[in-house]
């Protein structure tokens, strides 16, 4: 069972939970964590039992950030819109940049977050 994070932007909130319906049966087998808004659709739109951290712009990407800091995070998908300014984009370059600092699988589009789901462990 592998930890995984579930976050998105506002403008990727539907892709990410048509995503996680695509795959919902990989899913199930691991522990999932969302930032508020994205967590409360997954929850409310899927089966997925997930743990909702407080929103990305109220500290939730800080506390995902935390969690990979401290080597409790090994996966990250986080679907990012690239044509929206983000209010918040302190908090999401810091969040890339500890996944990326701490060798994080990252994935921040469907096709990469398939492959990655792909290739863990079922168990």
Same mark, same amino acid.
């Given at each position: 069972?592998?930890?995984?994070?579930?976050? =998105?932007?506002?403008?990727?909130?539907?892709? &990410?939970?048509?995503? /996680?319906?695509?795959?919902?049966?990989?899913?199930?087998?691991?522990?999932?964590?969302?930032?508020?808004?994205?967590?409360?659709? $997954?929850? /409310? %739109?899927? #089966?997925?039992?997930?743990?909702?951290?407080?929103?990305? !712009?109220?500290?939730?990407?800080?506390?995902?950030? /935390?969690?990979? =800091?401290?080597?409790?995070? !090994?996966? &990250?998908?986080?679907?990012?819109?690239?044509?929206?300014?983000? !209010?918040?984009?302190?908090?999401?370059?810091?969040?890339?940049? $500890? =996944?990326? $600092?701490?060798?994080?699988?990252? /994935?921040? #589009?469907? %096709?990469?977050?398939? =492959?990655?789901?792909?290739? &863990? !462990?079922?168990?």
């Amino acid at each position: 069972m592998t930890t995984i994070a579930l976050v =998105a932007h506002d403008q990727k909130k539907d892709a &990410l939970v048509a995503w /996680a319906k695509t795959h919902e049966a990989a899913l199930q087998r691991h522990t999932l964590y969302a930032t508020g808004t994205t967590g409360g659709r $997954l929850q /409310a %739109e899927t #089966n997925l039992t997930i743990t909702a951290l407080k929103s990305g !712009p109220l500290g939730g990407d800080a506390q995902l950030g /935390a969690m990979i =800091a401290e080597g409790k995070l !090994p996966v &990250l998908i986080f679907f990012i819109d690239p044509l929206s300014a983000m !209010p918040h984009d302190v908090d999401v370059k810091s969040l890339i940049r $500890l =996944a990326i $600092l701490y060798d994080t699988l990252l /994935a921040v #589009n469907e %096709e990469t977050a398939a =492959a990655v789901i792909a290739s &863990l !462990p079922a168990t």
